[in-house]
């Protein structure tokens, strides 16, 4: 069992149990990025979280970001790179670069 | 994501059946490889993703599509259920490795040393070839005796495992290689023979060996330098 899927597990429980889950996905990296594409990070609305998408430095980010699409339903795109002033306030100090999938778990 | 992917997603890893999940990153939706048909390109890169264990981006007709593989855990055959392996096994659970431990001595390989594991008491080289490893496959001998560990090694040799280890000292392994050279076995298949097992940190306790041999184990499976080693040379 890889990782990624473990985080699904777990999200398929918080979803069944009730909550509002997202789920959020690493699909594209560049540079020194320390989680590959395909990892996940799944956030309910009642503030739980359990895999990542970075060593915890965009993890806030991509938090809210969930809260957002939990409530529109509608999917985001997140990038976060240095040349991204949001990523030096998240603080993405690695110098890396990589693009956030985050969908509600309908 | 659609409650019918997710279920479909969690029967694959059931079933232990490889699928990729193709994610249109502009709406989010998404398809199940290869349980719903798409097309060529897509296909073809879900194949890759699936061959590869890697994750990749398809731009197709101007939309990108993010192609996550979804393959079934590694699997790691350990023979010999011996105190190594009870440090071994959780180590490799928790890498998440599906572990099986295979040896005929009943008073070895019991539930209460390794509880939850799936215990296979044939002897190795039935037991091994009916486990049938493939490239996705780890074999480790640990018996320390040549009647457990070479039939177990006979056949890890003939299948394309990725990475075989055998416990035992140098001189120990050069007998065991002129045995399995005696057997039919080449100079290029007993390179693949990682021996004396795991990588060379010192360890001395059995936790410690065990770290060492899922260290090499994990070298092995993602290319590492390190798990490379030369051929050994067959005892006079």
């Given at each position: 069992?890889?990782?990624s899927e473990d985080v699904l597990a777990t999200a398929a429980n918080w979803r069944a149990?009730?909550?509002?889950?997202?789920?959020?996905?690493?699909?594209?990296?560049?540079?020194?990025?320390?989680?590959?594409?395909?990892?996940?990070?799944?956030?309910?609305?009642?503030?739980?979280?359990?895999?990542?998408?970075?060593?915890?430095?965009?993890?806030?980010?991509?938090?809210?970001?969930?809260?957002?699409?939990?409530?529109?339903?509608?999917?985001?795109?997140?990038?976060?790179?240095?040349?991204?002033?949001?990523?030096?306030?998240?603080?993405?100090?690695?110098?890396?670069?990589?693009?956030?999938?985050?969908?509600?778990?309908? | 994501?659609?409650?019918?992917?997710?279920?479909?997603?969690?029967?694959?890893?059931?079933?232990?059946?490889?699928?990729?999940?193709?994610?249109?990153?502009?709406?989010?939706?998404?398809?199940?490889?290869?349980?719903?048909?798409?097309?060529?390109?897509?296909?073809?890169?879900?194949?890759?993703?699936?061959?590869?264990?890697?994750?990749?981006?398809?731009?197709?007709?101007?939309?990108?599509?993010?192609?996550?593989?979804?393959?079934?855990?590694?699997?790691?055959?350990?023979?010999?259920?011996?105190?190594?392996?009870?440090?071994?096994?959780?180590?490799?659970?928790?890498?998440?490795?599906?572990?099986?431990?295979?040896?005929?001595?009943?008073?070895?390989?019991?539930?209460?040393?390794?509880?939850?594991?799936?215990?296979?008491?044939?002897?190795?080289?039935?037991?091994?070839?009916?486990?049938?490893?493939?490239?996705?496959?780890?074999v480790v001998t640990l018996t320390h005796d040549p009647k457990l560990d070479d039939p177990?090694?006979?056949?890890?040799?003939?299948?394309?495992?990725?990475?075989?280890?055998?416990?035992?000292?140098?001189?120990?392994?050069?007998?065991?290689?002129?045995?399995?050279?005696?057997?039919?076995?080449?100079?290029?298949?007993?390179?693949?023979?990682?021996?004396?097992?795991?990588?060379?940190?010192?360890?001395?306790?059995?936790?410690?060996?065990?770290?060492?041999?899922?260290?090499?184990?994990?070298?092995?499976?993602?290319?590492?330098?390190?798990?490379?080693?030369?051929?050994?040379?067959?005892?006079?």
């Amino acid at each position: 069992m890889s990782d990624s899927e473990d985080v699904l597990a777990t999200a398929a429980n918080w979803r069944a149990a009730g909550e509002t889950v997202a789920l959020a996905t690493v699909v594209e990296t560049w540079g020194s990025s320390p989680r590959p594409a395909g990892s996940r990070l799944a956030v309910s609305a009642s503030g739980k979280l359990a895999g990542s998408v970075s060593g915890g430095c965009i993890e806030g980010a991509v938090a809210d970001a969930a809260k957002q699409t939990m409530a529109s339903g509608t999917p985001q795109l997140l990038d976060f790179g240095i040349s991204d002033e949001r990523a030096w306030e998240v603080g993405l100090a690695c110098g890396g670069k990589l693009k956030v999938f985050v969908e509600k778990l309908a | 994501m659609t409650p019918d992917i997710l279920a479909a997603l969690q029967a694959a890893k059931e079933a232990k059946r490889p699928v990729a999940l193709l994610t249109r990153l502009s709406d989010g939706q998404q398809r199940l490889w290869p349980d719903a048909e798409v097309p060529a390109p897509l296909a073809e890169a879900a194949a890759a993703a699936l061959r590869d264990d890697a994750a990749g981006n398809v731009t197709l007709d101007g939309e990108a599509w993010f192609i996550h593989p979804h393959n079934p855990p590694l699997r790691l055959i350990v023979v010999g259920a011996v105190h190594i392996a009870q440090a071994l096994v959780p180590m490799a659970q928790a890498v998440g490795f599906a572990v099986t431990v295979v040896d005929p001595r009943r008073a070895w390989a019991t539930a209460e040393r390794f509880p939850g594991i799936t215990l296979i008491h044939e002897w190795t080289d039935d037991a091994v070839a009916a486990l049938a490893p493939d490239s996705r496959t780890a074999v480790v001998t640990l018996t320390h005796d040549p009647k457990l560990d070479d039939p177990g090694l006979d056949v890890a040799l003939k299948s394309d495992c990725f990475y075989i280890g055998a416990l035992g000292s140098r001189r120990t392994h050069a007998k065991r290689v002129a045995r399995l050279v005696e057997a039919g076995h080449g100079e290029a298949a007993l390179a693949r023979i990682h021996a004396p097992v795991g990588l060379n940190i010192a360890a001395v306790t059995a936790p410690e060996i065990a770290l060492s041999i899922l260290a090499e184990v994990v070298a092995a499976r993602r290319g590492a330098a390190l798990a490379q080693r030369a051929a050994p040379a067959a005892a006079a």
